[in-house]
């Protein structure tokens, strides 16, 4: 398999679950800035999005988006407990916290990187993302991960996108719960290894 990421973006989250489920894969770097590889090929013609996270499987089929990449991922190494079995409501509370991530975290926080939205819409973004991750915040409480004791794919997407709120001006450190679920993650092994394949975290 292939994973093209680009580093720290929400390619992080598939990046840490393959790294999680011990499973065989490359990791091709995806400039989100000039669409290119590093060799110089246009990232256009591997994806026509033009977006990271993108999942090449050895059959050839891509699959793009990361909630899918990352159940697909824990599929194909059921051993790991990376998701809840299919058909199982674990496995849809999994995919209620992918949703949630992605829909009311991942696409406010992204309004905050684009230069071109104008500082007091973005004041409302940074105003509309803390109240969401207080909200999580709550939902950790008494808890290691999002769904208890162990590690999910949610945990994942989690600790990519509340990495961002350094970079945005969001300030989370009051959120005790939050705080300690991100050094927790910080912590885990195939995290690290992660974060420092993608130049994130120095040896």
């Given at each position: 398999?292939?994973?093209?990421?680009?580093?720290?973006?929400?390619?992080?989250?598939?990046?840490i679950?393959?790294?999680?489920?011990g499973?065989?894969?490359?990791?091709?770097?995806?400039?989100?800035?000039?669409?290119?590889l590093?060799?110089g090929?246009?990232?256009?013609?591997?994806?026509?999005?033009?977006?990271?996270?993108?999942?090449?499987?050895?059959?050839?089929?891509?699959?793009?988006?990361g909630?899918?990449?990352?159940?697909?991922?824990?599929?194909?190494?059921?051993?790991?407990?990376?998701?809840?079995?299919?058909?199982?409501?674990g496995?849809?509370?999994?995919q209620e916290?992918?949703?949630?991530?992605?829909?009311?975290l991942?696409?406010?926080?992204?309004?905050?990187?684009?230069?071109?939205?104008p500082e007091?819409?973005?004041?409302?973004?940074r105003?509309?993302?803390?109240?969401?991750?207080?909200?999580?915040?709550?939902?950790?409480?008494?808890?290691?991960?999002?769904?208890?004791?162990?590690?999910?794919?949610?945990?994942?997407?989690?600790?990519?996108?509340?990495?961002?709120t350094?970079?945005?001006?969001?300030?989370?450190?009051?959120?005790?719960?939050?705080s300690a679920?991100q050094?927790?993650?910080?912590?885990?092994?195939a995290?690290?290894?992660?974060l420092?394949a993608?130049?994130?975290?120095?040896?």
């Amino acid at each position: 398999m292939k994973l093209y990421y680009s580093p720290g973006a929400c390619s992080l989250s598939p990046h840490i679950v393959l790294r999680e489920s011990g499973l065989a894969f490359d990791a091709v770097r995806a400039s989100t800035k000039t669409h290119q590889l590093d060799d110089g090929t246009d990232y256009y013609t591997i994806n026509s999005k033009g977006q990271v996270p993108l999942l090449e499987l050895d059959s050839g089929e891509r699959l793009s988006e990361g909630p899918a990449i990352v159940q697909y991922i824990a599929d194909q190494a059921p051993d790991k407990k990376l998701a809840p079995a299919n058909g199982t409501m674990g496995r849809y509370r999994v995919q209620e916290w992918l949703n949630f991530i992605t829909s009311e975290l991942h696409k406010t926080m992204g309004n905050l990187f684009n230069p071109a939205t104008p500082e007091d819409a973005k004041q409302m973004f940074r105003d509309r993302t803390l109240a969401k991750l207080k909200w999580v915040d709550d939902r950790l409480a008494g808890k290691n991960y999002l769904m208890g004791d162990a590690f999910t794919i949610a945990d994942a997407y989690l600790f990519t996108v509340t990495n961002w709120t350094q970079y945005i001006g969001v300030d989370i450190s009051g959120l005790k719960n939050l705080s300690a679920f991100q050094a927790r993650m910080a912590a885990r092994p195939a995290v690290q290894e992660a974060l420092r394949a993608e130049g994130l975290l120095k040896s």
